[in-house]
Nanobody
Framework: QVQFVESGGGLVQDGGSLRLSCAAS????????MMWYRQAPGKERELVATIIPVGEITNYADSVKGRFTISTDNANNTMYLQMNSLKPEDTAVYYC????????????WGQGTQVTVSS
C-alpha cells in the first residue's frame, strides 16, 4: 500500500498558474506509473496526466495538453503538476495515485486538493 498527500491547490483567476504536489510514502518501490486525476462537482473522476518515472514518459488528457506539466522528484517520492493558463473548467478536486507493473492502483483515494479557477 502507498499513501499519498496532495497539496498546493487554491483559488486562482482565469489564466493563472498553480503547482500541485503529491507526496508518496509506504511501498513506493512498487510504483510503475504515477497519475493525477480530478473530479469536478457532479462529474466522474477523470485522468489528467500520467508519468512513468523511469524514462520520464508522460501522457496528458487532451483538455490539459500544452498547459499542464507532470514531473517527479524520485529521490523524494514526490510528484508535481504544474498548471498554467488555468480555465474555469479546470475547477475540481485533484487527486494523485499510482499503479504497479500489473496496472493495479496502489493507494486509496485521499482528501485531494481543491483547485478553483474564477472567471
Amino acid at each position: 500500500q502507498v499513501q499519498f498527500v496532495e497539496s498546493g491547490g487554491g483559488l486562482v483567476q482565469d489564466g493563472g498558474s498553480l503547482r500541485l504536489s503529491c507526496a508518496a510514502s509506504g511501498f513506493t518501490f512498487a510504483i510503475r506509473a504515477m497519475m493525477w486525476y480530478r473530479q469536478a462537482p457532479g462529474k466522474e473522476r477523470e485522468l489528467v496526466a500520467t508519468i512513468i518515472p523511469v524514462g520520464e514518459i508522460t501522457n496528458y488528457a487532451d483538455s490539459v495538453k500544452g498547459r499542464f506539466t507532470i514531473s517527479t522528484d524520485n529521490a523524494n517520492n514526490t510528484m508535481y503538476l504544474q498548471m498554467n493558463s488555468l480555465k474555469p473548467e479546470d475547477t475540481a478536486v485533484y487527486y494523485c495515485n499510482a499503479k504497479n507493473r500489473g496496472g493495479t492502483l496502489l493507494g486509496s483515494w485521499g482528501q485531494g486538493t481543491q483547485v478553483t479557477v474564477s472567471s
